[in-house]
T-cell receptor, first 116, second 117 residues
Framework: GAVVSQHPSRVICKSGTSVKIECRSL??????MFWYRQFPKQSLMLMAT?????????EQGVEKDKFLINHASLTLSTLTVTSAHPEDSSFYIC????????????FGSGTRLTVV | AQKITQTQPGMFVQEKEAVTLDCTYD???????LFWYKQPSSGEMIFLIY??????QNATEGRYSLNFQKARKSANLVISASQLGDSAMYFC??????????????FGKGTLLTVNP
């Protein structure tokens, strides 16, 4: 079946530094990538949607300059948290879609970011 | 208004018994899809079952079935013969728009299911 590899699974960084999270679709072409954020014991909140080769569409309230999303190829999308602060600590998870099929959403395994 | 409502923050069930997790949704789009995902403590999202708005029959996948009541806008998940490994967070989600998975999913707040031995 479809697989999305998300790295790193855990990262600890110092306040003020930037962190890059990668999602790779291993056996299909991800025309659309969704990036979610999840706080402990809460739901998944969509941050942005990106289509390959286009600028990401951010949800209301999400700072596009802080959360940089790149979807330069059909198999790779990255989320960069710039100038991270402790309040950015969260679980980030991507979901890739090939655009076909009614339920073709494949999730990565998530990244737990801790900013100290 | 919330698009997906899960009113049960937590549920307990005895091993081998059946359990129903509630989900109601709100949309004016005639084309939509409803999903259930399982999220164990490891964080991965595991797809369980899908129901399209035009599907005439309730979806089933092994021990999982979806009780789809379109007029009531509900899409409850039924897990039969619960197992200890079913203990996890369960999310109901909706895609608004015609088929094709390049539409975003909206998630409910989730239900934490605990299966007791």
């Amino acid at each position: 079946g479809a697989v999305v590899s998300q790295h790193p699974s855990r990262v600890i960084c110092k306040s003020g530094t930037s962190v890059k999270i990668e999602c790779r679709s291993l056996d299909f072409q991800a025309t659309t990538m969704f990036w979610y954020r999840q706080f402990p014991k809460q739901s998944l909140m969509l941050m942005a949607t990106s289509n390959e080769g286009s600028k990401a569409t951010y949800e209301q309230g999400v700072e596009k300059d802080k959360f940089l999303i790149n979807h330069a190829s059909l198999t790779l999308s990255t989320l960069t948290v710039t100038s991270a602060h402790p309040e950015d600590s969260s679980f980030y998870i991507c979901s890739a879609s090939s655009g076909t099929g009614y339920y073709g959403y494949t999730f990565g395994s998530g990244t737990r970011l801790t900013v100290v | 208004a919330q698009k997906i409502t899960q009113t049960q923050p937590g549920m307990f069930v005895q091993e081998k018994e059946a359990v129903t997790l509630d989900c109601t949704y709100d949309t004016s789009d005639p084309s939509y899809g409803l999903f259930w995902y399982k999220q164990p403590s490891s964080g991965e999202m595991i797809f369980l079952i899908y129901q399209g708005s035009y599907d005439q029959q309730n979806a089933t996948e092994g021990r999982y079935s979806l009780n789809f009541q379109k007029a009531r806008k509900s899409a409850n998940l039924v897990i039969s013969a619960s197992q200890l490994g079913d203990s996890a967070m369960y999310f109901c989600a909706m895609r608004e728009g015609p088929g094709g998975s390049n539409y975003k999913l909206t998630f409910g707040k989730g239900t934490l299911l605990t299966v007791n031995p």
